[in-house]
């Protein structure tokens, strides 16, 4: 089973969001990660947070935490999922304005594996090691070095191929390629990058 943890971030287009999940996802929502849930006609399995952005209601099981906390609503939604097990992490809602909760959202998925992050415009993922993307053709694929360079870098799928590479901390050279398979692969040595690919439209 999949994790799909709901924030209260930005979703204009809750038609595409709405279908990337599928049966059986054990949904937790972030505070007010319930009132996208509502919109789209889900019903979330737990809620998470301070409830400084929702109501709470008290038919669905809840875990409430004080407003003055060392932790955003968003990452205790994500410990809980890792916690019960769940290896595939998929987040909505999660960008927005807040571009502090936007960030810490995005590098909050380096400490799981399998998690993901989905928003209107784009999917990113966390690269250590190794990531394998499936049936992504044709969309728009950027890498880009987080905290230090991405050394010895390969890639299989993509328009531009690396071949034990290195994307420099601070640089574009890995932004915009192009994936041209339905499986497409990325190893690094060492470091850590955040991988963006734009949904197509």
Not at 70 to 96: K, N, P, Q, R
Not at 101 to 115: C, E, K, Q, V
Request: charged share 25%.
């Amino acid at each position: 089973m999949r994790a799909v943890v709901i924030g209260n971030g930005t979703i204009n287009d809750y038609e595409y969001i709405k279908s990337q999940l599928k049966s059986g996802d054990f949904i937790i929502c972030a505070d007010g990660g319930v009132k996208h849930a509502k919109k789209m006609g889900i019903a979330p399995d737990v809620v998470i947070g301070d409830f400084d952005s929702s109501e709470r209601d008290t038919s669905v099981k809840a875990y409430a935490y004080p407003t003055r906390k060392d932790f955003t609503d968003g990452e205790l939604a994500v410990t809980y999922a890792a916690e019960h097990g769940y290896s595939e992490i998929m987040l909505l809602g999660m960008t927005g304005d807040r571009l502090d909760h936007t960030l810490t959202d995005i590098f909050l998925m380096s400490r799981f594996a399998g998690a993901y992050l989905i928003d209107d415009r784009n999917e990113i993922h966390i690269l250590k090691d190794r990531l394998k993307l499936c049936k992504k053709r044709g969309r728009t694929l950027s890498i880009i070095p987080v905290c230090g360079d991405l050394c010895g870098i390969t890639s299989s799928g993509l328009e531009w191929p690396l071949e034990d590479e290195t994307l420099y901390f601070g640089t574009s050279r890995g932004n915009s390629n192009i994936i041209v398979s339905d499986a497409c692969e990325i190893t690094v040595r060492s470091g850590t990058g955040v991988v963006i690919i734009n949904n197509g439209e």
